[in-house]
């Protein structure tokens, strides 16, 4: 399975955006500018994740990203759909019954094997998506974290955050 890098993207943007305090907000120049990453392509999956409701969008000059619910409350799998769609990533076609010579119905009573066995592993993969938290994963950073990371972060949020109000 292949996911885009969006999902990629999307997931350091939540990390980084957890450490927005208050009212703040980054905008999407700031994040695509902090990852090394094209604004354009990242406004895209920013937006995904607003429409999840996974991110809050400030408009206006100083406007732009903060989270809309706790990083205990997004999931890894939260991302992932928000980003690519809640599509399986195995569609089954039924080839099976295509080609020269098809067989009769008959043969088709049952959902195909490989169909079967390729949900069964997504649901596994998606199960294991769930049970992650960007909590869990901002945790497990800072018990990791020597003090570089936590300080290269802090001092981009401090040169960039904006203050904004929250709709209302």
């Known amino acids: 399975m292949k996911l885009g890098d969006g999902v ?4 350091h943007c939540v990390g980084l955006l957890s450490g927005v305090e208050g009212e703040g907000v980054l905008s999407a120049a700031a994040l695509a ?3 090394g990453v094209s604004t354009s392509y990242l406004l895209k999956h920013l937006q995904a994740l607003s429409g999840a409701g996974l991110l809050e969008t400030v408009p206006g000059p100083k406007g732009g990203y903060r989270l809309a619910k706790s990083p205990a409350d997004i999931s890894l799998l939260d991302i992932v759909l928000a980003v690519e769609g809640p599509q399986p990533a ?3 076609a039924e080839i099976r019954q295509q080609g020269p010579n098809p067989l009769p119905s008959r043969y088709f009573t049952k959902p195909c094997g490989i169909n079967a066995a390729m949900l069964k592993a997504e649901r596994a993969y998606r199960a294991e998506l769930a049970k992650v938290s960007m909590a869990d994963i901002l945790r497990e ?3 990791e974290d020597d003090g570089g990371i936590a300080e290269r972060g802090c001092l981009f949020l401090q040169n960039n955050q904006r203050a904004a109000s929250r709709k209302g």
């Open 8 to 11: 990629e993207q999307a997931i």
């Open 141 to 143: 950073l800072a018990a």
């Open 33 to 35: 500018e902090f990852h």
């Open 90 to 92: 195995f569609r089954c």
